[in-house]
């Protein structure tokens, strides 16, 4: 079946430890984004892919990185320089980066220790 | 600018009808979503409205008013594996791409 797969369920961060988060996707879809959600928020733009080897910042782009090394995974890496990296995060998919819906993962918890 | 604004949360009785609504203001408008979401899951794609008018697809229902900048979600014959957050989304205008903008989703809850 195909689909999109985060990775981790949940994971915990230690104070100025990086961690990265997986999504891989077997769609065939060439753009892929990463979202943040705060508890009673909207998904916010982390970073989105429209092709292998280009990404841009969305609008809260900043203590994240990413990387498109393969069309089917873009890992987001939280780094020690996001101070507030509780939250869901959200992986998603689509044919292509205008007026296409998305297709999400299933979510990674992320809580600090 | 871009702005999307939907209630936070609303209440209705099983088997009833709700209208959730979405005011935008977006440049270049083109095309409003509405994902449903359930507490800790992915947000699943419900409808998508390009055109003014109403799109009916089984129990739900969705209208676009480009003109006034708004829509709404309309869900009949209520029942309680509808309580969840209803998000409205529309792309907007960023650089050489058009990326979906969410409100903050409005919370359902379903009462027997």
């Known amino acids: 079946d195909g ?7 949940y994971l915990f961060r230690k104070e100025g430890q990086n961690v990265t ?32 080897n280009d990404f841009q910042k969305g609008d809260i782009a900043e203590g994240y990185s990413v990387s498109r090394e ?9 780094t020690s320089a996001q101070k507030n990296p509780t939250a869901f995060y959200l992986c998603a998919s689509s044919t292509r980066t205008t007026n296409e819906k998305l297709f999400f993962g299933s979510g990674t918890q992320l809580s600090v220790l | 600018g871009q702005n999307i604004d939907q209630p936070t949360e609303m209440t209705a009785t099983e088997g009833a009808i709700v209208q959730i609504n979405c005011t935008y203001q977006t440049s270049g408008f083109n095309g409003l979503f509405w994902y449903q ?11 998508y409205n390009v055109l003014d008018g109403l799109e009916e697809k089984g129990r739900f229902s969705s209208f676009l008013s480009r003109s006034k900048g708004y829509s709404y979600l ?6 309680m594996k509808d309580s969840a957050s209803y998000l409205c989304a529309a792309p907007l205008s960023s650089g050489s791409a058009r990326q979906l903008t969410f409100g903050s989703g409005t919370q359902l809850t379903v009462l027997p």
Not at chain 1, 3 to 9: A, F, L, N, V, W
């Open chain 1, 70 to 78: 393969k069309k089917e995974s873009f890992p987001l890496t939280v």
């Open chain 1, 3 to 9: 689909g999109i797969t985060q990775s981790p369920k």
């Open chain 1, 21 to 52: 988060l997986s999504c891989e996707q077997n769609l065939n879809h060439d753009a892929m984004y990463w979202y943040r959600q705060d508890p009673g928020q909207g998904l916010r733009l982390i970073y989105y892919s429209q092709i292998v």
């Open chain 2, 74 to 79: 309309l869900l009949k014959e209520l029942q």
């Open chain 2, 37 to 47: 979401q359930h507490a800790g899951e992915a947000p699943t794609f419900l409808s």
